[in-house]
T-cell receptor, first 115, second 114 residues
Framework: KAGVTQTPRYLIKTRGQQVTLSCSPI?????VSWYQQTPGQGLQFLFE???????NKGNFPGRFSGRQFSNSRSEMNVSTLELGDSALYLC??????????????FGPGTRLTVL | AQSVTQLGSHVSVSEGALVLLRCNYS??????LFWYVQYPNQGLQLLLK??????LVKGINGFEAEFKKSETSFHLTKPSAHMSDAAEYFC????????????FGQGTELSVKP
């Protein structure tokens, strides 16, 4: 089975621009979560989607948004980029949402650099 | 609120020595705990997870962890370090009643000296 794929792997943007990152979960997985990883703040939860609905949201400003499509693929969007948005964005998928035995499988991440 | 704390941001061991990475949790409900490993420029890979079955959990690559409720700990161990174990390790807790949301510790970077 193919793993979680994220595109693009690397991205360079300038302040004020917007960006869209894509995540394709493992086949059959319906839950997709997004995390931001920075040296200062570590790994922080952004949001989770399940069956095209946002189930949970982390503590991020409204500039961060996401969606999930009927095939479970997910995108996240960051508008009006700031320097502090430079980070590794990780996507994780799991078969269902919230099961105690569920495992989240992570993709390789998208490295976003904001200049 | 649930949280995890990893003691020591950097740990260095010699090849063949015991690896011990510390994780303490805070949770008012029975926690579900995970250890992930991250190699440079890669995503996170699950090493093992505790979901209230056995308290001693065996994972991949010879790692294991023991859930100790009395000490609120879930330390990761490996009897003999290998050079390929050099990576960053994250302890995480699944947030109760919030789907798949994980809260991660700050991570521990493991160095292995020849």
């Amino acid at each position: 089975k193919a793993g979680v794929t994220q595109t693009p792997r690397y991205l360079i943007k300038t302040r004020g621009q917007q960006v869209t990152l894509s995540c394709s979960p493992i086949s059959g997985h319906r839950s997709v979560s997004w995390y931001q990883q920075t040296p200062g703040q570590g790994l922080q939860f952004l949001f989770e989607y399940f069956s095209e609905t946002q189930r949970n949201k982390g503590n991020f400003p409204g500039r961060f948004s996401g969606r999930q499509f009927s095939n479970s693929r997910s995108e996240m969007n960051v508008s009006t980029l700031e320097l502090g948005d430079s980070a590794l964005y990780l996507c994780a998928s799991s078969p269902i949402s919230g099961s105690s035995t569920d495992t989240q499988y992570f993709g390789p991440g998208t490295r976003l650099t904001v200049l | 609120a649930q949280s995890v704390t990893q003691l020591g941001s950097h740990v260095s061991v010699s090849e063949g020595a015991l690896v011990l990475l510390r994780c303490n949790y805070s949770s008012s409900v029975p926690p579900y705990l995970f250890w992930y490993v991250q190699y440079p420029n890669q995503g996170l890979q699950l090493l093992l997870k505790y979901t209230s079955a056995a308290t001693l959990v065996k994972g991949i690559n010879g790692f294991e962890a023991e859930f100790k409720k009395s000490e609120t700990s879930f330390h990761l161990t490996k009897p003999s370090a290998h050079m390929s174990d050099a990576a960053e390790y994250f302890c995480a807790v699944r947030v109760y009643n919030q789907g798949g949301k994980l809260i991660f510790g700050q991570g521990t970077e493991l160095s292995v000296k020849p």
